[in-house]
């Protein structure tokens, strides 16, 4: 009797003892699951990826700062964007600044959970003391705009998969990527003249276009107000990068080539390059006509012709240069697939935002006052080969004197204008290694009236 129930006593002190198991697993699971380190691929709603940039904010305080645009989209969506800086908030001379926007067309998805991915990415290898991405931060001011369409998102993810173009425009029915002002004719017109502008060239048009929609408005506030040096634009339904000009010249379809053509094409190769698959000659989407890449890249222009998108607009409207990155051969991609996705990208994102540490960057002071000077036009001259040649794109200095002019390997004459004051030239090889930052390059202006 006493036998039995002691057996009695200690099966059920086991079983007990396993409920308690059970039970503490169970908690650990929960705490586990809305734990803000841990990322899911998924789809994310618009109000999911608000909570992830606010989760990585919350992990991360001190490096990043969750902001949103000048402008909300048509149905009143605020548009997020997450910055990563040792001073968020503010620019620094010397710091180079990057911005990648996701999913502009609603439909193309795989942009907006790849920048979700990376800012989670880059706040958890911060704090792990990864120290590539602790120095990549530390100069580099870093903004990802995960959606630029949230209402096309809306009407994509609710279509589902077989209406592929449901989504693409935002919900006035206009396609961001043909919405941006006309920059093109401005430039091409100038460059048969052979005077005019050559770069700020928003300057030169009075007036938006009044079909210019809230969220190009935002776009465009992003891009004149953070001066980027380097940008990416992300789509998806090819496996390319494509690089300015996106618009054709009225007299020459076909190849659209850009004064800055070999850093463009180096800028798109690094990418392609370090994809896991993007440049390889077999990997193509099966798409009809064959898209004739070459090692993973091709000339917008080239591909098709286009106006009013957004990279030319970078790079005539802004001292930023912008290529495409054209992730995914489907549109809205499987959620399965995301974390293949990543994996085939992340090498490529990090190795991208390194080149916003090409060529040279520098200050430009007031010999006589120490005084830096903005605005300021910075031109270079190929003199690489024996006959130079004008690199006919001129960048401007910033608000605090600083500058960033990427170049590829090279030797350069660079000569720096501003009013008032005698040009000033310098003799500059270039020999790039981002992971130091760009070369040094510094000028001392000297006022006419003192000489
Ligand atoms: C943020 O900075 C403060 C002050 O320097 C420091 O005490 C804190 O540990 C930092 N937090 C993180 C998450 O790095
Ligand atoms: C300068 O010229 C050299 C030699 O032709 C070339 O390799 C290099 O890409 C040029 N640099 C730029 C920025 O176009
Ligand atoms: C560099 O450019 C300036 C301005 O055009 C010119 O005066 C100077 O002779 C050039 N120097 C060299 C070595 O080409
Ligand atoms: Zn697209």
Excluded at 224 to 247: C, F, K, M, R
Aim: aromatic share 10%.
């Amino acid at each position: 009797m006493y036998l039995l129930l002691y057996l009695i006593y200690f099966y059920y002190g086991i079983i007990m003892m396993y409920m308690a198991i059970i039970l503490l697993g169970l908690q650990l699971y929960s705490t586990l699951a809305v734990n803000p380190q841990t990322f899911e691929f998924k789809h994310h709603n618009n109000k999911e990826l608000k909570n992830v940039l606010v989760n990585v904010h919350k992990m991360c305080p001190n490096i990043t700062r969750v902001y949103t645009l000048s402008g909300k989209s048509v149905r009143n969506q605020d548009l997020y964007a997450i910055e990563f800086a040792m001073t968020p908030g503010i620019h620094t001379k010397m710091i180079p600044e990057y911005i990648s926007i996701g999913n502009m067309h609603g439909n193309e998805v795989i942009g907006r959970e790849i920048l979700l991915k990376l800012a989670h990415y880059l706040c958890e290898q911060f704090l792990h003391k990864n120290k590539i991405i602790q120095r990549l931060i530390s100069i580099t001011r870093i903004h990802l705009v995960p959606s630029l369409n949230p209402d096309g998102w809306d009407d994509a993810s609710k279509a589902g998969k077989d209406k592929e173009l449901k989504g693409r425009n935002n919900a006035n029915g206009f396609d961001l990527n043909r919405n941006f002002p006309d920059l093109n004719s401005i430039m091409y017109k100038n460059e048969k003249l052979k005077h005019g502008k050559n770069h700020h060239l928003l300057e030169e048009i009075k007036c938006l276009p009044s079909n210019t929609q809230p969220e190009t408005f935002a776009a465009l506030n992003l891009i004149v107000d953070t001066q980027a040096v380097l940008a990416s634009n992300i789509h998806g339904g090819e496996l390319v990068v494509s690089y300015p000009y996106d618009q054709a010249r009225p007299d020459n379809i076909g190849y659209a080539e850009s004064p800055d053509d070999d850093v463009f094409r180096r800028l798109a190769s690094v990418y392609a390059n370090n994809h896991k698959d993007m440049s390889k000659p077999t990997t193509t989407c099966n798409k009809k006509p064959k898209l004739e890449k070459q090692n993973g890249i091709i000339n917008g222009a080239k591909w098709y012709s286009i106006q009013g998108g957004m990279q030319d607009i970078h790079y005539l409207g802004s001292n930023g240069f912008c290529v495409t990155l054209e992730l995914s051969c489907d549109k809205f991609i499987k959620e399965e697939d995301l974390k293949y996705e990543w994996n085939r990208n992340k090498n490529a994102m990090i190795q991208f935002m390194w080149q916003t540490h090409l060529g040279i960057k520098g200050m430009i002071y007031d010999k006589r006052s120490k005084k830096p000077v903005p605005d300021a036009i910075i031109q270079v001259v190929n003199i690489s080969n024996k006959i130079p040649k004008i690199i006919d794109h001129d960048i401007t200095s910033d608000c605090l004197g600083d500058y960033y002019r990427l170049l590829v390997n090279g030797e350069y004459n660079v000569t720096v204008y501003a009013d008032n004051f005698y040009p000033c030239s310098k003799i500059v090889k270039v020999n790039n290694n981002p992971r130091n930052g760009a070369k040094c390059v510094d000028f001392y202006l000297i006022y006419e009236k003192d000489k």
